[in-house]
């Protein structure tokens, strides 16, 4: 059973930088891609990136400058941190098998305020 | 980066209703266009991958069809548990990227 779940601090100061943790099972970070994506309060959906099996990575260009991805496959978790946080980063932040996402995490609301 | 264009941005429906939601892709995605429904609180579930493959749990009223830049999503005879958000998603390119979304409602 394919499960991945979000882990991480719910409120992070502005100009501060954000890590998450997305621990998996049921499946090999050594065979599979995870993508983190983000949704705004209220908005859609947006893909952020992704680590691929072979531990390499891609960004959207749109915060490839603020942003990391990184895994540890013995611990089967995969992890984001992205810096110089603003209000409009105040969103649910989702990890999920990369393909055609079928497997989701729940979800970390991640709210960026002084 | 390839830009999805959803629509309508909400929909109004009775139980029983066939209703349909179309993505418009800024270039040729080859059929690679998944579908998911997402209700509040909640992560996104795939429904349809691979612009018609119902993934395993899906109810057969809900369909895909397209090719090209063009694709529709439909769901006849809506049911209550249908009320949801509903988004598309190009993955032949990267950056992936989502529809804006639908918001279906009960009229």
């Known amino acids: 059973q394919v499960q991945l779940k979000e882990s991480g601090p719910g409120l992070v100061q502005p100009s501060q930088t954000l890590s998450l943790t997305c621990t998996v099972s049921g499946l090999s970070l050594t065979s599979n891609s995870v993508s983190w994506i983000r949704q705004p309060p209220g908005k859609g959906l947006e893909w952020m990136g992704v680590?691929?099996?072979?531990?390499?990575?891609d960004y959207n260009s749109a915060i490839k400058s603020r942003l990391s991805i990184s895994r540890d496959t013995s611990k089967s978790q995969v992890f984001l941190k992205m810096n110089s946080l603003q209000t409009e980063d105040t969103a649910m932040y989702f990890c999920a098998r990369t393909g055609w996402f079928a497997y989701w995490g729940q979800g970390t609301l991640v709210t960026v305020s002084s | 980066d390839i830009q999805m264009t959803q629509s309508p941005p909400s929909l109004s429906a009775s139980l029983g209703d066939k209703v349909t939601i179309t993505c418009q892709a800024s270039?040729?995605?080859?059929?690679?266009i998944a579908w998911y429904q997402q209700k509040p609180g909640k992560a996104p579930r795939l429904l349809i991958r691979y612009t018609s493959t119902l993934e395993s749990g899906t109810p057969s009223r809900f369909s895909g069809s397209g090719s090209g830049r063009d694709y529709s999503f439909s769901i006849s005879n809506v049911e209550s548990e249908d009320i949801a958000s509903y988004y598309c998603l190009q993955y032949v390119n990267l950056p992936y990227t989502f529809g804006a979304g639908t918001k279906l409602e009960l009229k």
């Open positions: 680590i691929w099996s072979n531990g390499g990575t």
């Open positions: 270039q040729n995605i080859n059929k690679y």
